[in-house]
């Protein structure tokens, strides 16, 4: 969303995925236009990219962010050089150095603190679904349990608008898109002090395809009970999804779109050390990219990640096809009933 005026203000509520010492928080940046990078198409930055002024703040019990107590807070300009923003790889690292719990709510919010907001600033980059957010992200949800979360995200989690400074806020809410504004999906990555990094890194999605596809998940670390085959489809084809453990087919369901796609099936425990497939056939499949930068960091590139996709352009993708619930070998609580979708 673009920062070009100064009562614009963009919020990104999130929850902490681990307790600990939570080091830095990755968001996407956007800055063609601006001086600093004249690539691609146009219109999301001008001038010298404006300053994003960053406070993350506690949330109210109503899901606004608490302004009257800032956590920490960053000012930054993404064209100069040194300031946590890579304008050309799109991601912007904010030091936090915040002890957070898991569980617990947080908000993020940017704005242009430039002189002359509307000649210079840059835009946020988030996951984008013309259709509109479907499930519990794609309204202001406040319970952490309620089981229609889809993006690998917690329930509570969305990102908010507000065009008059922060008096109103949009939750969710965009500058544009259908569902009044209701298309942004939180992307971010979380880095800890002693944990792994954890997050929803996937930004932008590829044209859907009816190729075949396969996700592999591995290094399955503890029992995994399987319930259900799952998947994404923007278009109205039928298809199949198929389950194997280590190699054999263990089910077949047919199904058909669009929309989300769920199919139970007899429970399959899965475990330790044992390999999961879900592979689609017939079905009008788009992958979810995290793009090379944060696919390293999150470890998608290792080979004890949790997953890939077989034969993937690139080990930062994911197709939206997956095993119900969606837990690898490092789910943690909280977070094991949710799907990663592509749009």
Known sequence: MTLNGRSKWVLLRWVARRTGTLTALDVRIQA???????????????????????????????GAPDMSRTLASDDLRPCRRGSGADVRQGVVRLPLDLAVTEGEEYATVIR??????????TSTNFLYANAGIEGANGRDERSPATTDSYYGLDPRELV??????GRHWSL???QYGRARGRDFLPTYVQEFAQALPAGQPFYYARPPSRSPQTMLFSNVSRPWTIV?????????????????VDGAVRDRVPVAGPGMIRSGIPPVTVLPGQTVEVS???????????????GRLMGMDRPTADWRLEGGRDFSSAAPIYPLPACGGSCAPGYGGTEIIGM
């Open 32 to 62: 063609n236009g601006a001086a600093c990078r004249r690539a691609g198409r146009n219109g999301y930055g001008r001038g010298n990219g404006g300053s994003w002024y960053v406070t993350t703040h506690p949330v109210r019990p109503g």
């Open 160 to 165: 908010g608008y507000s065009a008059d400074g």
């Open 280 to 294: 689609s056939d017939g079905l009008a499949i788009g992958d979810v990219v995290a793009d090379t930068a944060w």
């Open 172 to 174: 969710p809410g965009g």
């Open 228 to 244: 259900a085959l799952g998947a994404y489809t923007p278009m109205r084809f039928p298809g199949t999804l198929t389950l194997k």
């Open 112 to 121: 242009n603190a430039d002189a002359a907001p509307g000649r210079n600033y």
